[in-house]
């Protein structure tokens, strides 16, 4: 494994026009590690994915993913450096079939068959077996998110990065989502989380910082936040 991080942002700054978002934003996140970017919202948590994504441009700062520079680099050179997202609203379609949604993914993947995918999915995920020809749009929730996670996932990236995963999800569901990014977490990917809720999001993290206003304003092991969680901001609950 390289000892460079997974993911450094140096002096990050970012403008949706004239209006700052993101006011020099300093995160490291180890190789093989869960991190959890929490605070509430408009902090610029997803400013900051997007940021690193290539989504937004940053107007200050680097951006590097194994050590490497990749500010300005284009969607493909990201998913060529192992950058994966699942971005808020999961990024599914919902008018094809899950066994489609993951055909979609042979297509973006070097060398993946049609049979890779659904053995790597349906390893993960049991219940996308059953539901296979369904269209995704009808499924509930926690299997749309299912299906995101998988359609990021079977092409093995080194960072991936997830955008408010708990987003209208029962507590049970959320829960054994957030067991999946712990198990890929200790095979080995880094993940960077980005949650408004902060409780389960932080029982799985090795590390977490807390964005407000465009500023991280603590960083630490969970353990180290409890007294900044207190704050009236965060939620309590996922």
Known sequence: MSSAPALE??????AYGRIEVLRGVNLVVPAGTVFALLGPNGAGKTTTLKVIDGRVAATGG??????????GASTDDLTRAG???????????????VIENLRM???ASNGLSQS?????????????????????GT???GQQQMVAITRAIVSDPSLLLVDELS????PMIVDE???VLGQLAADGMSVLLVEQFARTALRIADYAAILSQGRILHVGEPADLEAALSSSYLGASA
């Open 105 to 107: 993914m042979t297509y």
């Open 177 to 179: 989502l957030y067991d």
């Open 62 to 71: 680097c951006v590097h993913v194994a050590g490497t520079h990749v500010n």
């Open 116 to 136: 890779d995918v659904e053995a790597k999915a349906f390893a993960r995920f049991p219940i996308l077996k059953e539901r296979r020809k369904q269209l995704v």
């Open 167 to 170: 987003m209208g999800l029962a």
């Open 139 to 141: 499924m509930s929730g």
């Open 83 to 97: 950058v994966c997202a699942i971005p808020e609203g999961r990024g599914i379609f919902p008018n094809l079939t």
């Open 9 to 14: 942002l140096r002096d990050i700054h970012a």
